[in-house]
């Protein structure tokens, strides 16, 4: 669980995690970017109070003593890690919100130009037969 925390905020960072856009697809570009902002700025309230509600957790679990039943270690230090992890996602999601307002709006997918080789090729052929 502790490596879990630093995949969260790459997989945010580089936008490899799944996003519904159905529906926001269709909008134009001004409220497209509202939209953006408004989801990111819930995503920043939700990911502070999480990592303030977790740390603390960690504070009671460090002033109680309490230890964990199997093999009786403290473990708030990883309560502390995952309140850490928690709070670098919502950093990160706080600079993408800014980068998100000074940029202009990003084209949707459906009306960028495929790329000829984006390094998704999912033929099992090599690159010489499929030509």
């Known amino acids: 669980m502790n490596s879990y925390r630093f995949l969260v ?3 945010q960072q580089k936008k490899d995690h799944i996003i519904v856009d159905i529906l926001s697809d269709r909008f134009p ?3 497209k ?3 953006d902002a408004l989801s990111s700025v819930i ?3 939700f990911f502070t109070i999480v990592s303030w509600q977790i740390f603390v957790w960690g ?5 109680s003593g309490e230890l964990s039943e199997t093999l009786k270690m403290v473990y708030h230090p990883f309560v502390y890690s995952v309140a850490a992890g928690f709070a670098v996602l919502s950093f990160t999601c706080t600079v993408e919100f800014i980068t998100g307002l000074r940029k202009p709006s990003m084209p949707s997918l459906t009306t960028m130009a495929p790329a000829e080789n984006d390094g998704c090729n999912f033929s ?3 690159e010489e ?3």
């Open 33 to 35: 970017t509202i939209a």
């Open 124 to 126: 099992d052929k090599p």
């Open 43 to 45: 995503n920043i309230v």
């Open 59 to 63: 504070m009671k679990l460090s002033e």
């Open 129 to 131: 037969e499929r030509t």
């Open 9 to 11: 905020r790459y997989t």
């Open 29 to 31: 570009g001004p409220l």
